[in-house]
């Protein structure tokens, strides 16, 4: 008889909503101005509660499912998690790219992930509120389920008849120390103020070719990312989506201020995966984001930093719907 399967299921916590007061009457002397204001926080306040409880419905059936399968898991609340992931078979996270991507840093190459966006963006309550505020939420573009189908996808995993994507991550070298996080999404160098420029100089380096030249950089940064970042913030920038099953990373100067012209064809480009990115930080300080704002570590100047695809692939489970496979200028 098989072991049974043992299932880690992380999810995003409830307390990352902010606390909802309770409604304050309107006053006699209010004007219409000021009510109209109270009437709007209350529609937030009471789309907040919605987001809240969906999210929670969507715990308590993913939770309902798994005790109708044969496995062994455990749930833990994603900010709990502090040491790898080594004795699951598979983990599930609830919530949203973000989820995902947390639970990312405690995993190696050998346990898949299965993301279920626990409250996907409905896009007519995005077109209803468009005048009030923003309700949009995760795209969950690496989550495969959402609560609708979650039970025909874990099926589907656990009957052998889908398969994980092996998605490259990013591998970071400070002073020739590796850090401890290897990033799914990408990676962000710059100066700890926004309004700050960042004095940096790189060099990309080649195991088959000759490394190119030195360029100085004056910029707000220096964003790298892998394929599964290609259409997060790189996109945003003007970077170009990549094969989700791409082995290589983009890397753009963010606003380069007046780059030399043979420098130029480097401001934006690809690294192959035996390339990596050898950058010198000459600013007196700096900051390493990894995945966002969460992860960080701090640098000075006269450090190096080399980045690379030297780092476990991460399995993850993807959705069925087609991903970008725009071709990529190269350089």
Known sequence: MSARRRVLLLLKPLDVYPPRPPAIPKPPSATS????????????LNYLNDRCRVHKDTINFCQGVLRRKPLDWEPVVRNNLSHPIRSADLVITVGGDGTLLQASHFLDDSVPVLGVNS?????????????????????????????????????????NHKHPTELTR??????????????????????????????????IKSSREASSHLVNCRSSGLRVSTAAGSTAAMLSAGGHPMPISSNGLQYMVREPVSPRYLDTPLMHGLLEPDQL?????????????????????SVQHGDTIEISTLAPILKVYLPQKEHPETTYPRN
């Open 33 to 44: 101005s000021t009510s109209s204001l109270r009437g709007l926080d209350q529609k937030i």
């Open 119 to 159: 409250d996907p963006t409905q896009v007519d309550e995005v077109n209803k509120f468009s005048d009030e505020f923003d309700a949009t939420r995760s795209t969950g573009y690496l989550c495969a389920a959402t609560a609708g189908n979650f039970e025909q996808v874990l099926d589907e995993i656990l009957e």
């Open 170 to 203: 990013i591998s970071i070298n400070l002073n020739n120390r590796q850090l401890p996080t290897f990033a799914l999404n990408d990676v962000l160098v710059a100066h700890p103020c926004p309004a700050s420029v960042s004095r940096f100089s790189f060099r």
């Open 277 to 297: 990115m050898h950058v010198a930080w000459h600013s007196q300080e700096g900051v390493i984001y990894v995945d966002g704002s969460h992860v960080k570590h």
